[in-house]
């Protein structure tokens, strides 16, 4: 178990999105969080009190929370200094990162001088089978989007929490490293080996009463040229019911890849029910998700009516706006 509460740790993070684990669990968790730690340079900010490492042992502070999610994962020597007196200081150390906190020698000697815990998320704890494509009880919802970091996790949760707010049976599935800090459980989806990655969401979402509703975070996109395989798993392996269309209408070009262009809601729209209709024949997009936090609120208003006109579907910012609309979608 990790102890809370936690330490979050932003590092040099160049923009807020780059502290996205961060952010989650600052925005779904904010019990467990004492406080943040940035370096020189950082550009990410959870509003938290920014504290040293001493100031937050003293606060009560038990984990050290790697809350940057850098492309490639990589644990720089400017954190490992940070890292390594951290563990001193008494910390335990959690992070979801490709880098593993168990493959750096240093890391692992101090941790093992100090009686300090190094927690590693982003390693599969369970030998999941290859899918098998049967179709399993209960139904299942997935957010899938048109770039990385759209809001699909956020859209789970708020759908997750408005079907439990009901009454309902529901349970979020938690496929990446934020959302099994959240949660406590989950598949660490792009950790695990191909061949296996179908399988696992078949695993995380099994046989279920008829009226339970599997909510399952999305991962990449379809459209990524880096992150496709991920998405296409968890489309096979989900055989979703209903899909969630995510989209960040402000962003000039695809997470990373600054040479293409997002997609049109109307293509993820068509790809993904092609590609999911082939496992849940009876798969429906039940609505859109738009992450407007860098829109007014009459330009995101009006984004919004613009998108349920043009698709027909309702369309929501679940975080700023609530997903009862979503929701109602999902039941009728």
């Known amino acids: 178990m990790i102890e809370t509460p936690y330490l979050l740790f932003l ?29 020189d340079g950082c550009k990410a900010d959870m509003k938290l009190t920014d504290m040293t490492l001493a100031e937050a042992k003293a606060a009560g502070a038990k984990t050290l929370v790697i809350g940057v999610a850098n492309r490639g994962g990589v644990i720089s020597q400017a954190w490992k200094k940070v890292l390594i007196e951290a563990l001193e200081e008494g910390f335990d ?34 030998q999941y089978p290859i899918a098998s494509g049967v179709k399993r009880k209960g139904k299942r919802c997935l957010a899938v989007g048109t770039d990385c970091s759209v809001g699909k996790m956020y859209t789970a949760l708020c759908m997750d929490r408005e079907m439990k707010n009901r009454g309902l049976k529901s349970s979020f599935r938690a496929t990446g490293q934020t959302g099994i800090l959240i949660t406590g459980d989950g598949v660490p989806l792009d950790a695990v080996i191909a061949d296996f990655m179908a399988g696992s969401i078949e695993y995380l979402t099994p046989d279920n009463d008829d009226d339970h509703w599997d909510m399952i975070e999305g991962q990449g996109s379809l459209f990524h040229a880096s992150y496709s395989g991920v998405t296409m798993a968890l489309i096979h392996g989900g055989q979703p019911d209903a899909l969630v269309l995510c989209h960040e209408p402000t962003r000039d070009h695809m997470r990373g890849l600054p040479d293409y262009k997002l997609p049109e809601l109307s293509d993820l729209r068509d790809v993904a029910m092609k590609l999911a209709s082939w496992v849940n024949p009876d798969v429906k997009v039940i609505g859109v998700s738009v992450n407007t936090q860098h829109m007014s609120e009459e330009d995101a208003r009006a984004y919004l009516a613009k998108v349920e006109e043009e698709l027909g579907l309702p369309a929501t910012d679940p975080y700023r706006y609530g997903a009862e609309n979503l929701v109602d979608a999902l039941i009728a």
């Not at 906190?101 to 190094?118: F, H, I, S, W």
């Open 11 to 39: 590092g040099d993070a160049p923009d807020a999105l780059a502290a996205k684990v961060a952010q989650g669990i600052k925005d779904w968790r904010p019990e467990n969080c004492v406080g943040q730690y940035r370096m």
């Open 93 to 126: 150390i959690a992070s979801g990162l490709h880098n593993l906190l168990r493959n750096e020698p240093d890391l692992k000697a101090v941790a093992e001088a100090t009686g300090r815990t190094l927690h590693d998320v982003r390693i599969p704890s369970v």
